[in-house]
């Protein structure tokens, strides 16, 4: 057994440098939750995936950080200063940002520009009850920030950040308020009252259908102004313009509000002279035309603020669930003075984001630009945000999904779509490297199969490549729990399983394969299967069907020229989806409707869901397994690739087998159990689509559930982990026997994932990747001579760490699959892990052997 040494060896290797990871890639989608996603100054957005904070650029498209540090679902997050406010700060050498989670937990992250390094600050000492609603914040001078949070347990809290900007050193934070309503606030806005330095205002909508107002000072209580009514459902959102100078008063304040009953209402607050209480009163009690018209009146501090309604919008055919005024434009050339532009942001629910503004003559305020998706396959937005500079506006979907417009326009606005991050919006359960290694393929509960693959670059000289999504080959109605690759020669194919109890196989069609030569491969690889003169362009979903029937194209002539002329009915000749060649990464609506592949068969045998998959390495013979409470469901069934006949039916197990793994001489098929014992099967072609196995082993390996299992490259040696939080090495030994070589140190958390990986074939060396429930990752060094080649277990055999990953590398949920790359023309020095896990993301590590 080993001792707290090793470890301590372990980690003296990661300080000398011998072995290290770098993020490569980072595929995830946001949660949806309402106004999740935050643009801030530093022109990078942040948004919740699953529990962590991630953190994406929009000029890459790509995720470059997850921050961990929650234990629930983050429901919001936003950037102290905000673009809003960016301008009241100089030389910004640090970005602050906050978070807040479903469980009441609001942290406050730091971002060092000089590094590009982040840390975790501070946990706001008193949190929410229930899950954080929303998070506003406003720049009150150079140092001090206000932030405001609410929650569904129907409080909000109001803080005082000092912040290390300028002269000041420290960090420090105070409570300034607590509130305690009637009802949950579902939206927030912060302001400084104009005129009155040191004087705030907080608007607060929610499930009243009202907007409330409440002012106060730094220090000190806040208190209720007055009330807004005029919506007529649920109050989303909510946003304080900066003061903005009018013809009839010098700084008057807007405040925009979007609801449920589909409007979006533009409130003005303008600042008078205090009369006597006694107007104020008298003017507030009135009930009539005029006071819905004018609205009421408040004072604060030695000021009267007038309330009205500016404007009302309506454009939008479902729930208005974000507003959000422009960011301010420089207006100096010092750079110190910014105006607030008329545009107004808003997203909805019925797929489309508008900008407004008013008029130059009338000043009405209208419609000028309207972006969206209007295909079938989205379920509208659920915000969106501004980019600091005003020229790009962002929304995420009811999909997990980024949409990002940018206006490219010269002398007037021109918006077009623009590629962002993409990934799966629910847990991951299994990946897969196609054969050739080039691309990545992963599938989920968020019932979608995603490929991701490096993008080479075409547009400049430098020879780089971003990682991208480029299909969507499968679009299902059961969450997908399994996946594998066929192996073996010929087109490319898969197998995926769900819950529906049926593994489907799917085979890439036309339009991927070229894609696949023209942008990913480099015109090395490109195989199109073809039967005749019909080729399969691409696949379309039926409405209420869960099958992806093919596309076909007949080419009648000149191949250039398109001809229904021949074609039986059976063949879809005007598909709504239309399959294309890409020449650029796709944006969300190519992929969700676009790239999808036929379906080719269907495997029926099981009785419960699909729960694991796995292809023998020559691509001849599948494996799959599913959810089972007794013995005879718990059958491995064996599946012949081509003919896709049931060629066996494997009896080893009580219990759920949840992975499965062949040797790599495809001599064994390795299983591991619910029921805590590993099996072996011995493999063997006995003639034309006939299969004979035998169980060699089968063993009490474990004291709980085996979630992973992994062969040795390089021989007959195997890795089992499991909930007891134990890695073990076993051996087949004479091809009878299994025996255990050596245990690896408990582990802190449960071991859920295993992948092993050969470095070196003569002395039986390689790395074995342990990922656990916590979703932290470390790499083994695992080695052990054989001494001779009589088929016995390897001598001397030991085990080291040789990399634990750092945390923000690192899931922040459980991992569910590891995948090594094959990477055959990869340098030595460096090896590709990719991973998966329940934290909705798809990650790619580089893992360098200096």
């Known amino acids: 057994m080993f001792t707290g040494r090793e470890r301590e060896r372990g980690e003296k290797m990661i300080s000398s440098g011998v072995v290290r990871a770098e993020r490569e890639f980072i595929g995830s989608g946001c949660n949806r939750v309402v106004n999740n996603a935050s643009w801030g100054p530093s022109n990078l957005v942040s948004f919740g995936s699953q529990n962590a904070v991630a953190v994406f650029s929009p000029d890459s498209a790509q995720i470059l950080t997850t921050l961990p540090g929650h234990k629930a679902t983050v429901n919001c997050t936003h950037w102290i200063p905000s673009s809003k406010y960016v301008h009241k700060v100089r030389d910004v050498e640090k970005y602050f940002l906050l978070s807040g989670s479903s469980d009441g937990v609001i942290i406050l992250w730091e971002m060092c520009l000089k590094d590009n390094k982040w840390r975790q600050v501070l946990q706001v000492p008193q949190p929410h009850k229930k899950g954080v609603i929303c998070i506003v914040g406003i720049m009150v001078s150079e140092a001090v920030s206000i932030f405001a949070s609410s929650s569904s347990d129907s409080t909000v809290h109001i803080w005082e950040l000092v912040l290390p900007f300028g002269d000041v050193g420290n960090l420090s934070l105070s409570c300034i ?105 008298d003017r507030n009690k009135d009930v009539g035309l005029t006071s819905y018209i004018e609205g009421p009146m408040f004072i604060a501090g030695s000021s009267l ?15 208005v669930y974000s507003v959000k005024w422009q960011p301010p434009l420089c207006s100096s050339p010092d750079g110190r003075e910014f105006d607030q532009p008329q545009n107004i942001l808003s997203a909805s629910m019925d797929k489309t984001m508008m900008i407004w503004r008013p008029e130059q003559v009338t000043g009405i305020w209208v419609n000028v630009v309207t972006v969206g998706e209007l295909s079938h396959s989205a379920l509208g937005f659920y915000g969106a945000c501004w980019g600091p500079h005003g020229d790009s506006i962002l929304a995420h979907g009811y999909g997990g999904s980024f949409h990002l417009w940018k206006n490219v326009g010269v002398k007037s606005e021109q918006w077009q779509p623009h590629k962002v991050p993409s990934g799966h919006f629910a847990a991951v359960r299994d990946i897969s490297w196609a054969r050739s290694g080039k691309y990545l393929l992963s599938v989920s509960h968020d019932q979608t199969t995603r490929i991701f693959a490096p993008w080479k670059n075409t547009v400049s000289l430098k020879d780089w490549s971003h990682w991208h999504e480029v299909a969507r080959p499968q679009v299902h109605g059961h969450d997908i729990n399994c996946v594998t690759i066929i192996q073996g020669k010929g087109n490319h194919r898969f197998v995926s399983g769900a819950d529906e109890k049926v593994a489907r196989v799917f085979e890439a069609p036309s339009s991927f394969l070229k894609t696949l030569n023209l942008s990913i491969l480099g015109n090395s690889e490109f195989v199109e299967e073809s039967q005749g003169d019909v080729h399969v362009l691409g696949a379309n979903m039926s409405a209420l069907g869960l099958s992806q029937k093919p596309i076909y194209f007949q080419f009648s002539g000149d191949a250039s020229k398109k001809s229904s002329q021949g074609v039986s009915d059976s063949l879809e000749t005007i598909p709504d989806a239309v399959p294309t060649v890409l020449t650029e990464p796709p944006v969300e609506e190519q992929l969700a409707w676009h790239t999808l592949w036929p379906e080719s068969h269907k495997l029926y045998g099981h009785g419960n869901e699909l729960f694991s998959l796995c292809c023998n390495h020559e691509g001849k013979l599948v494996a799959s397994s599913c959810k089972a409470q007794s013995a005879t469901v718990a059958e491995i069934w064996l599946w012949q690739v081509g003919s896709w006949k049931a060629v066996g ?4 197990h009580s219990l759920t087998v949840t992975q499965m793994e062949f040797s790599h001489d495809d001599r064994y098929l390795l299983a591991v159990s619910r029921d805590r014992h590993f099996s072996i099967f011995s493999i063997k072609n006995s003639g034309v689509d006939e299969i004979s196995y035998q169980l060699v082993a089968k063993h009490d390996a474990h004291k709980r559930i085996i979630w992973a299992c992994s062969w040795n490259p390089f021989g007959h040696e195997f890795a089992t982990g499991s909930r007891d939080k134990t890695v073990k090495i076993w051996a087949v030994e004479n091809e009878t026997s299994v025996k255990k070589l050596i245990a690896l140190p408990p582990f802190s958390n449960s071991v859920t994932a295993l992948s092993w990986v050969g470095r070196d074939r003569l002395n039986n060396v390689g790395f074995l990747a342990v990922g656990m429930e916590s979703g932290l990752i470390e790499l083994w060094n695992i080695s052990g001579r054989k001494t001779t080649n009589d088929g016995l277990a390897p001598t001397n055999v030991s085990a080291g760490l040789a990399l634990r990953f750092d945390p923000f590398l690192c899931h922040v949920s459980t991992v569910q699959r590891f995948a090594w790359r094959n990477s055959e023309d990869e340098d030595s020095g460096s090896i590709q892990l990719a991973s998966c896990g329940d934290d909705n993301c798809v990650r790619v590590f580089k893992v360098h052997v200096d």
């Open 177 to 281: 308020d607590s509130l305690s309503l009637s009802k949950p606030m579902v939206a927030l806005s912060l302001a400084e009252l104009p005129g009155d330095a040191g004087n705030i205002i907080l608007a607060m909508g929610g499930l009243d259908k009202k907007i409330h107002l409440y002012c106060g000072g730094r220090t000190g209580k806040v208190v209720c102004a007055c009330e807004l009514k005029g919506h007529t459902d649920w109050i989303r959102s909510l946003d304080f313009s900066l003061p903005i100078s009018t013809d009839s008063n010098k700084d008057s304040l807007f405040l925009v509000s979007s609801s449920q009953d589909k409007t979006i209402r533009i409130w003005k607050l303008a600042s008078f002279n205090s009369p006597p209480n006694s107007t104020v009163a």
């Open 305 to 319: 603020f007038q309330v009205s309604l500016e404007s009302l919008l309506v454009g939008h055919d479902d729930w």
């Open 649 to 652: 039916q494997l009896q080893a």
